[in-house]
T-cell receptor, first 113, second 113 residues
Framework: DAGVIQSPRHEVTEMGQEVTLRCKPI?????LFWYRQTMMRGLELLIY????????DSGMPEDRFSAKMPNASFSTLKIQPSEPRDSAVYFC???????????FGSGTRLTVV | KQEVTQIPAALSVPEGENLVLNCSFT??????LQWFRQDPGKGLTSLLL?????REQTSGRLNASLDKSSGRSTLYIAASQPGDSATYLC????????????FGSGTRLQVQP
């Protein structure tokens, strides 16, 4: 398996633009997580899905953030409009519940200027 | 609310030393604890996963222990090498409710050749 695949690896955008981050989880995993990592706050959970259904989105900072999982092999995290304080590394992770640990993707480094 | 603390925040040692990284958590009702490694600008690589019923796990030069009742875990690295230089993160998954991991802020390790 190729692991958790995220795209793009790097994204630089101007304030106010829409940004879409993409994630392909490991086949067969039934949980998908979106995390954000910053120097100040470390790794923070944004949202997670179970069997494509959002379970907990309490970590989503505000209405500018939205996430979808239309099927078991694809998820998106969208920021509209983007702001400089959204600059961070965004990680996607997947897991097969109660059996193994979590596998993380390589992350998307987002810079909003 | 679960809080995870890692001490020390940074550590610099000469090559060949054995070292211990510490992780503590406030809520002992965990399902498992996972240690990750993160290289600069990279994603998280899982090192060891300890289920709540286990006391320790070993992989090569790494040994992780878990004392759930006291809310502590240690990661022992034997005969450290410059290639071990990275940030080490511990994360706990709760036994009930939210499936997501709560992360510590990490220990940044530098092994001097």
């Amino acid at each position: 398996d190729a692991g958790v695949i995220q795209s793009p690896r790097h994204e630089v955008t101007e304030m106010g633009q829409e940004v879409t981050l993409r994630c392909k989880p490991i086949s067969g995993h039934d949980y998908l997580f979106w995390y954000r990592q910053t120097m100040m706050r470390g790794l923070e959970l944004l949202i997670y899905f179970n069997n494509n259904v959002p379970i907990d989105d309490s970590g989503m900072p505000e209405d500018r953030f939205s996430a979808k999982m239309p099927n078991a092999s694809f998820s998106t995290l969208k920021i509209q409009p983007s702001e400089p304080r959204d600059s961070a590394v965004y990680f996607c992770a997947s897991s097969f519940d109660r059996v193994i640990g979590y596998t993380f993707g390589s992350g998307t480094r987002l810079t909003v200027v | 609310k679960q809080e995870v603390t890692q001490i020390p925040a940074a550590l610099s040692v000469p090559e060949g030393e054995n070292l211990v990284l510490n992780c503590s958590f406030t809520d002992s009702a965990i399902y498992n604890l996972q240690w990750f490694r993160q290289d600069p600008g990279k994603g998280l690589t899982s090192l060891l996963l300890i289920q709540s019923s286990q006391r320790e796990q070993t992989s090569g030069r790494l040994n992780a222990s878990l004392d759930k009742s006291s809310g502590r875990s240690t990661l022992y690295i034997a005969a450290s090498q410059p290639g071990d230089s990275a940030t080490y993160l511990c994360a706990v998954r709760p036994r009930t409710g939210r499936r997501a991991l709560t992360f510590g802020s990490g220990t940044r390790l530098q092994v001097q050749p």
